[in-house]
């Protein structure tokens, strides 16, 4: 884990203090970074999977809690297998309910799951591809998108949205592979000219872009089997990312909590800029999984799991709200800000009746009084606070996140 920080603020005061550079001198941007109205806000959610009545539950949430939302990103897995009608359930819903004016899409791993059936009813991997070329695959998503690529790119508001996508179904190539990503030099070089030209332009502009596979070494998960070895090239991507702090890139795929603490970070790849580029998971709607234990794979968390992110943006700076769309709450929030991620302070409150926090979870820690002394906040056996106190609160941050800023609660009684 980073380096923990002590840093606290109170509820209504919200500012950076860290560095624009690791090792460098503080920064303290405007306290009053986010307290205006955002510039433009949008959503983003991913693996859908054929769970058409959540994907409806999320679409009214979205207009209901973020109604100013200028785009819908589904970040891959828009549907379970990848056949067409599959692709136009998708559609039904989308013209049954509310969403916001621009729906774009990445494509998933599965979107290419409709050669390991036979019928739509009959599983038959050992006949795999079942008469099903490459190419429909293909064809099946640019048909629903309107895409001509795989990767392609948007503009909102002067805000560039990239989306990457692998080029092959690896296991048509080579039987030994499955869903690795495969990115052509072609789709590299259009990335690395894409930031290039949105950097001079406005070099401090976030750059946001969308990729449905997981980084290694990155954020919830990319430490252990089965996402370790999601791209067959890492190195190739990684060289071109590294030297754009300004990119802010989502990534799916694991359908992990967002409450965990390294829902998101700064990745630095050694050479390129020491802050990094931020990367931020997405969960999903289908379904939730976590880790079965330190030696990797995974156990479910149930099918009523439903998250994603709500990203709003002021001038240069970005905030990234995690939604839990099943509890109808907001789980937590990143800070960027020149090229500088922070969880902002949780929302809790104190109980002076039992002398206990409010909305604390298992993901959070506490210090007494301003003490450098953080203790894991356990919900089963919640702490009791003597009036008078002072208990600062934050998120924990692990692996390429840091501890959050804190929010200062006062126990009266």
Same mark, same amino acid.
């Given at each position: 884990?980073?380096?923990?920080?002590?840093?606290?603020?109170?509820?209504?005061?919200?500012?950076?203090?860290?560095?624009?550079?690791?090792?460098?001198?503080?920064?303290?941007?405007?306290?009053?970074?986010?307290?205006?109205?955002?510039?433009?806000?949008?959503?983003?959610? !991913? =693996?859908? /999977?054929? %769970?058409?009545?959540?994907?409806?539950?999320?679409?009214?949430?979205? &207009?209901?809690? @973020?109604?100013?939302?200028?785009?819908?990103?589904?970040?891959?897995?828009?549907?379970?297998?990848?056949?067409?009608?599959?692709?136009?359930?998708?559609?039904?819903?989308?013209?049954?309910?509310?969403?916001?004016?621009?729906?774009?899409?990445?494509?998933?791993?599965?979107?290419?799951?409709?050669?390991?059936?036979?019928?739509?009813?009959?599983?038959?991997?050992?006949?795999?591809?079942?008469?099903?070329?490459?190419?429909?695959?293909?064809?099946?998503?640019?048909?629903?998108?309107?895409?001509?690529?795989?990767?392609?790119?948007?503009?909102?508001?002067?805000?560039?949205?990239?989306?990457?996508?692998?080029?092959?179904?690896?296991?048509?190539?080579?039987?030994?592979?499955?869903?690795?990503?495969?990115? !052509? =030099?072609? /789709?590299? %070089?259009?990335?690395?000219?894409?930031?290039?030209?949105?950097?001079? &332009?406005?070099? @401090?502009?976030?750059?946001?872009?969308?990729?449905?596979?997981?980084?290694?070494?990155?954020?919830?998960?990319?430490?252990?089997?089965?996402?370790?070895?999601?791209?067959?090239?890492?190195?190739?991507?990684?060289?071109?990312?590294?030297?754009?702090?300004?990119?802010?890139?989502?990534?799916?795929?694991?359908?992990?909590?967002?409450?965990?603490?390294?829902?998101?970070?700064?990745?630095?790849?050694?050479?390129?800029?020491?802050?990094?580029?931020?990367?931020?998971?997405?969960?999903?709607?289908?379904?939730?999984?976590?880790?079965?234990?330190?030696?990797?794979?995974?156990?479910?968390?149930?099918?009523?799991?439903?998250?994603?992110?709500?990203?709003?943006?002021?001038?240069?700076?970005?905030?990234?709200?995690?939604?839990?769309?099943?509890?109808?709450?907001?789980?937590?929030?990143?800070?960027?800000?020149?090229?500088?991620?922070?969880?902002?302070?949780?929302?809790?409150?104190?109980?002076?009746?039992?002398?206990?926090?409010?909305?604390?979870?298992?993901?959070?820690?506490?210090?007494?009084?301003?003490?450098?002394?953080?203790?894991?906040?356990?919900?089963?056996?919640?702490?009791?606070?003597?009036?008078?106190?002072?208990?600062?609160?934050?998120?924990?941050?692990?692996?390429?996140?840091?501890?959050?800023?804190?929010?200062?609660?006062?126990?009266?009684?």
């Amino acid at each position: 884990m980073m380096k923990k920080l002590l840093t606290s603020i109170m509820a209504t005061s919200i500012f950076f203090n860290i560095g624009a550079v690791s090792g460098s001198a503080q920064a303290k941007p405007d306290e009053h970074l986010f307290s205006k109205k955002p510039g433009l806000t949008f959503d983003v959610i !991913s =693996d859908i /999977q054929g %769970d058409y009545a959540d994907f409806k539950h999320v679409l009214h949430d979205m &207009k209901e809690v @973020n109604p100013a939302s200028k785009a819908l990103i589904i970040n891959g897995d828009i549907t379970d297998r990848g056949w067409d009608f599959e692709y136009q359930a998708v559609q039904q819903v989308l013209d049954r309910n509310p969403h916001p004016e621009n729906v774009w899409y990445s494509i998933g791993n599965h979107e290419f799951y409709k050669p390991k059936w036979a019928t739509p009813n009959k599983l038959a991997q050992d006949t795999w591809p079942n008469h099903t070329p490459e190419s429909e695959m293909f064809q099946n998503f640019y048909n629903f998108t309107g895409e001509e690529k795989v990767y392609h790119k948007k503009e909102l508001d002067g805000y560039p949205f990239l989306f990457l996508g692998t080029e092959k179904y690896m296991h048509y190539h080579d039987e030994s592979l499955w869903d690795e990503v495969y990115l !052509s =030099d072609e /789709q590299l %070089d259009w990335l690395k000219q894409n930031l290039e030209e949105y950097s001079k &332009k406005k070099p @401090n502009k976030p750059i946001f872009l969308f990729s449905h596979h997981i980084l290694k070494d990155t954020i919830s998960g990319s430490n252990q089997s089965p996402y370790t070895g999601d791209y067959l090239d890492q190195a190739k991507l990684e060289a071109i990312l590294k030297d754009y702090p300004q990119v802010i890139l989502f990534t799916s795929h694991s359908h992990w909590d967002l409450n965990l603490p390294d829902w998101a970070g700064k990745k630095v790849v050694e050479g390129g800029d020491q802050r990094g580029f931020t990367v931020v998971n997405t969960a999903g709607i289908q379904a939730g999984w976590a880790s079965a234990g330190p030696n990797g794979g995974e156990v479910s968390t149930g099918n009523d799991f439903k998250q994603g992110l709500q990203v709003e943006v002021y001038g240069n700076d970005v905030k990234i709200k995690a939604y839990d769309y099943k509890t109808d709450k907001v789980i937590k929030e990143l800070g960027v800000h020149n090229g500088t991620v922070v969880q902002l302070p949780p929302d809790v409150v104190a109980d002076d009746e039992k002398n206990q926090l409010i909305g604390a979870t298992q993901y959070m820690e506490y210090s007494v009084n301003g003490k450098s002394r953080w203790v894991d906040y356990d919900p089963k056996n919640p702490p009791t606070f003597e009036g008078n106190q002072n208990v600062f609160v934050r998120h924990k941050g692990e692996m390429n996140l840091e501890d959050g800023l804190s929010k200062k609660v006062t126990f009266k009684k």
